[in-house]
């Protein structure tokens, strides 16, 4: 597949990120998906300006179901290889879990 030269593909992550920054393109989508406008993203992204973040999203739009596709992998992938909080930190779930029931 070919890139447009706003983005790179980083050799060793494997993860499609906009040029000249280490912000991926699945973090940009993702935000974008969740409603945030390109210039919320920007400042959500410091090192990322409006162009590039325009850049992302109409690419994104251009291959929407490969990019779709590709960050449900991501996400089954984290989900996969994370332990549940509860596993990985019973204390403080146990804490969180009292804090949740106070506010019910």
């Not at 983005?7 to 906009?18: H, K, T």
């Not at 919320?40 to 994104?60: D, K, M, W």
């Not at 089954?76 to 909080?85: A, K």
Request: proline residues 7%; negative net charge; contains cysteine.
């Amino acid at each position: 597949m070919a890139f447009p030269s706003s983005l790179f593909m980083d050799e060793s992550s494997g993860a499609l990120r906009i040029a000249g920054t280490r912000v991926s393109l699945t973090s940009v989508v993702i935000s974008f998906r969740d409603g945030e406008c390109p210039e919320r993203i920007v400042e959500a992204f410091p090192t990322l300006s409006l162009a590039p973040v325009n850049g992302a999203i109409a690419y994104h739009r251009d291959n929407q179901e490969l990019i779709d596709a590709h960050i449900a992998d991501v996400e089954r992938e984290f989900e996969r290889v994370t332990p549940p909080l509860s596993q990985s930190n019973p204390d403080l779930f146990a804490r969180l879990r009292i804090r949740s029931r106070k506010w019910a």
